[in-house]
């Protein structure tokens, strides 16, 4: 049976090739061929290089035979959940296609905790989350100016190419792609286990009565997580998360269409100007994580057709997503009100619109943890297995390009890490403030001011420095009291789950 299979696949592929591919549109594939190009991640990529000009782009240097397996391309991650339909790579992109990448970035799954912080932070959530959006559109700004220096004629010429290249100048070549890709890894694995926790609260709340406890349900997803380990491309899983990414806009629309069917029932008194405090710097990391994207707006801006619409792109994407995030966490709270849960799709009515909306969302997480996982993976391979004397330890890689055991086995310890550390904590609001809070603060609200103190400072009005003063001290604010607050709810949320142990 086995010979008469494998006789009949090349006459499949031919079929599929020629008939099927033709009948569908062709952005579908590009994916792992001209358009993989073209999917920013936070750790983005120059179209044509090899960790040029990236984010990820180490503490050192890579050569492209360091991953002769990878297709010669890492610039596949996507900026978040979300990709867009690129052009070919040897082409700029539109200032639709870098908004839709922004977009993507700040309008993840993070949304569907956003009526738990209005129940939390009352009015000052609301606030909050078109302040933050105020803030992180004009770090994003400013991070870019950063790139930019005058030429002897008084000419803005772009001297540096990622956020990185920033760092390195204003910390030094070694400490400051040390500080920006530790952050970086950070927040990616945090990002890993964030989507192992949300699978588990999802299925959880879509079978209740499964005898299935969350721990159980997130060890059973990352089984489905270890084939992980074997990724070379994110070409197909950035196909599929498109749909996924599609799927999930849907599910938002439906569900304020929902909140918008009980408006007869909302009670606006339920809305205090109050906030309980120890919870709202929870909700407020949370709501700073939701907005993070200026890791990779260095690279999107060097891609655009036309960089002077960075920033009219870069302020309305911001806008869109304030205007929604307030919506939705305001008609999700005054729909349930006090009933409100962690994610509001486990306060839909009935057990089947529950199940279904959770589980096309579950969809979405499995295949999106394969990004921020590649990502995470790859950066640490860049910074330390790419053999002696450029790191630490030998390279990943035998000189036939194949990927050595002891690197696979590494690759599927870090799954198995982020399944472990998810199951541990599987607290989904406590973690996304903590994340928000210390490197959600650090790479959106302090580098970018910081950076431009020390490199445009001489240039710059007064009060345009105390402004940008003024908002490290209340990033710094910010991260204390939600790293301090999410930190105390964590210690208290795992001593709880412990069972007690009588001797």
């Known amino acids: 049976m086995w010979t008469n299979l494998r006789l009949l696949w090349p006459q499949v592929r031919e079929t599929w090739g020629a008939k099927v591919r033709e009948a569908l549109p062709t952005n579908l594939f590009q994916g792992s061929t001209a358009g993989e190009r073209q999917h920013f991640a936070r750790a983005g990529n120059v179209p044509g290089t090899l960790y040029e000009d990236t984010e990820m782009g180490t503490f050192q240097r890579m050569s492209s035979e360091d991953s002769p397996k990878m297709n010669g391309r890492l610039s596949s991650f996507e900026i978040n959940e979300g990709c867009f339909e690129g052009e070919a790579p040897q082409e700029k992109i539109s200032a639709w296609q870098a908004g839709w990448n922004v977009t993507n970035a700040i309008q993840g799954m993070v949304v569907v905790s956003l009526p738990l912080a209005v129940l939390h932070g009352g009015v000052w959530s609301l606030v909050a989350m078109i302040g933050v959006a105020q803030l992180t559109c004009y770090t994003g700004k400013i991070l870019v100016d950063c790139l930019y220096e005058e030429n002897a004629d008084g000419v803005l010429v772009r001297v540096r190419d990622s956020y990185v290249g920033i760092a390195q100048v204003v910390f030094g070549p070694r400490w400051g792609g040390i500080l920006v890709n530790t952050a970086q890894i950070i927040e990616l694995i945090m990002t890993c286990i964030l989507y192992i926790i949300t699978c588990g609260d999802f299925l959880y709340g879509s079978f209740p009565e499964a005898q299935v406890d969350r721990r159980s349900w997130m060890m059973l997803c990352g089984l489905l997580l270890l084939p992980c380990g074997f990724l070379k491309s994110l070409g197909r899983v950035s196909t599929l998360s498109f749909w996924c990414t599609m799927a999930h806009i849907v599910i938002n629309v439906v569900i304020l269409g929902y909140c ?59 806008i869109a997503a304030a205007v929604f995030k307030s919506l939705f966490g305001l008609l999700g709270f005054l729909t349930w009100g006090e009933a409100v849960k962690d994610e509001i799709t486990n306060n839909l009515p009935t057990q089947g619109f529950k199940a279904f909306v959770n589980f096309i969302l579950v969809i979405k997480a499995l295949l999106s943890f394969a990004l921020p996982y590649f990502a995470a993976v790859e950066l640490m391979r860049s910074a330390l297995f790419r053999g002696r004397p450029r790191t630490r330890f030998p390279s990943c890689y035998d000189p036939d390009g194949v990927v050595r055991v002891w690197g696979v086995a590494l690759r599927i310890g870090v799954v198995v890490i982020t399944i472990l550390l998810a199951a541990f904590v599987p607290h989904f609001l406590d973690l996304t403030g903590l994340i928000g809070s210390f490197t959600g603060t650090i790479l959106s609200i302090l580098l970018p001011c910081w950076f431009h103190l020390k490199l445009k400072g001489h240039l710059l009005p007064w009060y345009i420095k105390v402004y940008e003063w003024f908002v490290i001290a209340l990033g710094l604010l910010f991260g204390y009291f939600g790293m301090s607050t999410s930190s105390v709810d964590l210690y208290r949320v795992i001593t709880e789950s412990i069972p007690s142990i009588h001797i």
């Open 260 to 318: 918008l069917t009980r408006a007869g029932s909302w009670e606006w008194g339920q809305l205090k100007f109050g906030m309980d405090i120890t919870k709202f710097p929870i909700s407020l990391g949370n709501i700073v994580f939701s907005y993070t994207s200026q890791i990779f707006l260095p690279t999107l801006e060097g891609n655009m057709r036309d960089p002077n619409e960075f920033w009219p792109m870069l302020k309305w994407s911001h």
